[in-house]
C-alpha cells in the first residue's frame, strides 16, 4: 500500500502529485499492510506541484492508531521502524501495519466497523515530535477469520448415489467435514 503524507499542510493525500486529501483510508482486521511511505514537499516546478524528499539526520518515523474517544489510551495497532529506501526525491520509508493484534481484535468484537485515528509523526533525536499527521482509519471486520469450518454447501448433507457393486439406490448422509456418516438402503 502506497501512502503519501503532505508534511507542508500536514495531511495524508491521495497521490505523488496530488492535493486531495485523503479522509479516510478503509483497511480490514487481522490483515497485515506493507506500507510504502512518502513525505512530500513542495516542488520548484509547476508541473510537480509536490516531490518525495527524506528525513532529515538522526530523524524517525512512528505510526500509532487509537480510538478517538481513548487518545489517551493505549494504542490498538502501531508501526515504529521504518525502514529508508532510495535518497533526495526517490525516498521511500518501509513499514507494515498488522490490524492482527488482540487489542483490536476486542475492540471490534461486538461491532462490525469501527473508526480509529490514525497520526504519523516525525521524531527527532531528542525524540521531540518534529510534526504530525492524524487522519480517519475505518477498519472493517474481516469475513475469513480462519476458525471457520467448511461451508455445509460444499458437501452436500444427503446424496443419492446407486451402488456400483450391487446397482441399489441409497442415500449418504454427510457432515460438514464431508465425512460419511451413515448409508441408508431402502427396506
Known sequence: MKLYWDRQNREMVTGLYSHTALTQLDLVLRDTYDVELAMLQAADTPEESQIPFA?????????????SDALDGEALFDQKTWTKDGTGEDARYDGEISLNTAELIADMSAVDTLDVIGEFVVIDTDNDHVDSTQ????????????????????????????????????????????????ILTPI
Open 55 to 67: 528525513l532529515g539526520a538522526g530523524q524517525t518515523i512512528q505510526f500509532m492508531a487509537k480510538k
Open 135 to 182: 487522519f480517519t482509519i475505518h477498519i472493517i471486520k474481516d469475513v475469513n477469520r480462519g476458525t471457520e469450518g467448511t461451508p455445509t454447501y460444499q458437501f452436500p448433507v444427503i446424496v443419492q448415489f446407486t451402488d456400483p457393486e450391487d446397482g441399489i439406490a441409497k442415500v449418504r448422509l454427510v457432515n460438514s467435514n464431508g465425512e460419511t456418516c451413515g
